[in-house]
DNA sequence: CTGTTAGCGCCTTCAC
DNA sequence: GTGAAGGCGCTAACAG
């Protein structure tokens, strides 16, 4: 059994309030020095910890903070959960992460875990299938913000990238290199980057003169399996897309599964520009030119409103989008389309 | 404010002991059909959410375990917390997750962090510069099992690997091949499994008549650019190795960037076998011949030797260290050396 | 300067 | 079948 305040304050000699006190630190409240003493001896006698579930529940507040996203094994979304990980603890909170796997029951369970257990605030990637969870929390005024993902018809705050402008600026490049047939390839359609991504595609394609077809969309799952069958299959087209653009670090993997496979080169044969830059990328097999998320700026900037929120109340002005830029790395993974294309 | 249980109790016109009974499901003690569907029906309307944090101070147990990883972005750990992520939730427990950053200060704050808040059990992958709050945990006989790091001389339950083993047998590899002079190159040499792939490249060199020599042996931290630095000086010997064991995904990157820099092919002039296997390395420059991690059975190892501490109190007897087989993933990154060499 | 009191939200034992 | 009482460990307000 670990030791209580109540035991302190037996060894100390005092009232377990007074403990409470001297180890709060309260300035403002004199406390003789040699009662400080005895307590603080009393303390590393006992190898006292304070019990934070108590606290928590005294206090209505728990310093600590609960982060959920999809994938903990993404180096995009781990990379923002450090950065805010270590900002947390430079704050004083501490944060706990939990892990959804892109499933929507799980994510429901783990806001409702992390609220149970009192966190004072939630940054959250969600899933996308539901948002019941999402709008009780707006509702209740809790402190929350959405990272890289959000819905558009709540009013949370959030910190989202521009998206829809960088594949814009995907699409362009490859046209200018010559490219008419690009495709795009991507795994969950529903997430809101994708969703914008594809915007963004069909815009530039548009404004561009270059011809929209649905079957250069392939969509699938979060899986390289998924995204090596969607590639495949654009791959046999008999006019097959001579450039990719593609939504995530998986997806482009088993993109260059299927065109490694079918014996085409990158970039002589086809070119692939692709989301979501990771350390990986300069050492693939071809170098990859992808677009790069900003992540500790997205870290930094989802603390910051959520600490807002955790001081405000969280009223309705509260409420703040940040849009966040991302850059293109140039690689080497675009070139021009083959001449007999 | 969150509604509370006297709230449905109210609502419910009955006593808040009586939603507690019906919320637990005690099936024993028997409440009639009326009550039972006026508190379902009291916390449906108030949209009610039992205090964790109150049930936990209450029962000193909280359903929930606490994980700490050096690195969440580590695809070798994140996928250890994934495989038992799940399996806790099977079981009826959350998981939380910290990240230590490879910092032992932050470890050391985690574990207490975790304990205070009344975790069931805790899951780490130390740091391994102190072992104080190791052995505070140990002296408690608090639920804990360590993963792929361990202290040989704390008798705690462990899930580790046999990197000494696998590293003896890459050694062996590598000279069959005709490597002469094979070169060691990894990050803090403090850890466990460092320590121990170290003693099996140097039992293999002396078993198979091969000269050990300092020169070859290269210990960095866990960057990229110490990586790096540490194979360009090796590279950088009039007699430079023909052949590296390199411990660490990371570390293998630098390492590649710095063989590459000097010009040379892997694996014409240079083989490099490499310590943790991920789902990048067959999509590399070369596809990288690696050591393999079997993450799932480790995480099924580890939640069932903490599982095992949970239920019998964790006397001595629950502590066990398994030893999981790690295999070695043949590509394209060794051959035999330059004839020249 | 320090002790007393009350209660955060929940669950369990004991009544009836 | 259900209510009442007590307390998990802690802190804040009020005494003195």
Redesign the pocket.
């Known amino acids: 059994?670990p030791s209580?305040?109540?035991d302190v304050a037996a060894r100390a000699?005092?009232?377990?309030?007074?403990v409470?006190?001297v180890?709060?630190g309260?300035e403002n409240?004199?406390?003789?020095k040699?009662?400080?003493d005895r307590i603080y001896a009393a303390v590393r006698e006992l190898n006292?910890h304070?019990?934070k579930t108590?606290?928590a529940?005294?206090?209505?507040r728990s310093d600590a903070i609960g982060m959920v996203i999809p994938n903990i094994a993404s180096p995009y979304f781990s990379g923002i959960a450090r950065t805010i990980d270590t900002l947390c603890n430079a704050a004083g909170f501490s944060l706990m992460i939990f892990d959804t796997n892109e499933n929507q029951e799980k994510e429901i369970r783990a806001v409702d875990d992390l609220t149970s257990r009192g966190v004072d605030g939630l940054i959250v990637a969600p899933v996308q299938e539901e948002d019941k969870h999402i709008r009780d929390l707006v509702r209740e005024n809790f402190p929350l913000v959405l990272v890289d993902r959000h819905f558009e018809d709540i009013a949370t705050s959030a910190v989202i990238c521009n998206d829809a402008e960088s594949a814009y600026g995907a699409v362009k490049r490859l046209a200018e290199l010559g490219h008419q047939r690009i495709g795009f390839v991507c795994g969950q359609p529903n997430l809101y980057p994708v969703v914008k991504r594809l915007e963004g595609y069909k815009k530039a394609l548009s404004d561009l003169g270059l011809p929209f077809s649905e079957t250069f969309v392939s969509v699938g799952d979060a899986t390289l399996e998924s995204a090596y069958r969607s590639a495949h299959s654009l791959l046999s087209l008999s006019q097959k897309p001579t450039a990719f653009l593609i939504s995530g670090t998986i997806t482009t993997l088993g993109a260059m599964k299927a065109i490694f496979e079918k014996g085409l080169r990158i970039p002589a044969d086809v070119s692939i520009l692709s989301f979501t830059d990771t350390m990986y990328a300069p050492f693939l097999r071809v170098p990859i030119t992808t677009i790069h998320h900003p992540v500790e700026e997205i870290g930094r900037l989802a603390f910051a409103l959520l600490e807002e929120q955790m001081k405000s109340g969280s009223g309705e002005k509260g409420k703040k989008q940040e849009i966040v830029k991302m850059t293109l790395e140039q690689r080497d993974s675009i070139a021009p389309p083959p001449a007999d294309s």
């Open positions: 059994m209580t305040l109540k000699g005092v009232h377990p309030s007074t409470s006190r180890l709060r309260k409240i004199p406390i003789s040699a009662t400080k006292y304070p019990d108590a606290r529940l005294r206090l209505r």
